[in-house]
């Protein structure tokens, strides 16, 4: 398996390659803090750094101290999703993401929707091929559809995560409404979570790929330049209860974003 095809691989790879030179970067110390759990995947950490939680928080103090913690919360979360995306690495076309959800239907007893977020919103709008996760959220929570996603994953070879952009970011009350619906089967209906507060949550992480799934929204016409500056507007003032946020610097993300193009 290549690691290309798994998200936050451009931090793993960069992160070996400095290890085995001798180099105290980023990526280096942030191996050095998954070296443990790297190690059980079968990947060789040559030498990691001691202390290396402290050292990187340090590191990225030096070059940019004010939005230092957002910036150290950020690569943690990249790390996590690569580790947790290894094991499970085959890519989720659209096929797959259609029997994900024929197997849904058939387990619910209920009446639930699930909300796509992520890769698989933009798998089902038809601007990527694939994504190595199906990110959802299920509502109401159902246990028989939390226990038929185990199976589905071993079954279909993909990886599916429970997240949603509220995990990362205030959401404006309502997004329920704006979820755009994508299909039915069975019992359940599937929607792509309210898609603004889709882009917002790919601006403020602003790795490449967020970056150009957001353009690509803006050029589709799925969102508008405008109306993601209120929405981010309508949120700023609840952005404190996300400690892991840089206001300042999220909103700057946006600025630039509405000013592309």
């Not at 402290?54 to 990225?60: G, M, V």
């Not at 997240?163 to 309502?174: N, T």
Request: net charge negative; aromatic share 8%; glycine share 8%.
């Amino acid at each position: 398996m290549e690691i290309d095809a798994v998200p936050g691989e451009d931090l793993v790879r960069q992160g070996l390659a400095d290890l085995r030179a001798g180099l105290e970067t980023e990526a280096a110390l942030l191996v050095s803090i998954g070296a443990p759990r790297l190690r059980r995947l079968g990947f060789d950490i040559a030498s990691p750094r001691l202390e290396p939680e402290h050292r990187l928080y340090a590191h990225i103090a030096r070059s940019g101290p004010d939005a230092a913690h957002a910036r150290y919360n950020a690569l943690l979360r990249r790390l996590v999703s690569f580790e947790r995306a290894w094991p499970c690495a085959a890519l989720a076309d659209g096929d797959r993401i259609h029997r994900f959800m024929r197997g849904l239907g058939v387990a619910s007893p209920a009446e639930a929707r699930v909300y796509f977020t992520g890769g698989a919103t933009t798998v089902l709008h038809g601007w990527r091929d694939s994504t190595i996760d199906v990110d959802i959220r299920v509502v109401p929570e159902h246990d028989a559809l939390f226990r038929a996603i185990p199976q589905l994953k071993e079954q279909l070879q993909i990886n599916v995560e429970l997240a949603s952009p509220d995990h990362f970011i205030p959401v404006k009350d309502g997004w329920e409404d704006r979820s755009p619906f994508v299909g039915r089967e069975g019992l359940v209906s599937f929607h792509h979570f309210d898609l603004y507060a889709q882009a917002l949550s790919k601006i403020e992480r602003g790795h490449a790929q967020d970056v150009e799934d957001v353009d690509e929204m803006l050029r589709r016409g799925l969102i508008e330049r405008e109306a993601l500056r209120a929405y981010f507007d309508a949120i700023a003032p609840r952005l404190y209860r996300y400690p892991a946020l840089d206001p300042a610097a999220f909103r700057r993300a946006v600025d630039d974003t509405i000013g592309h193009g």
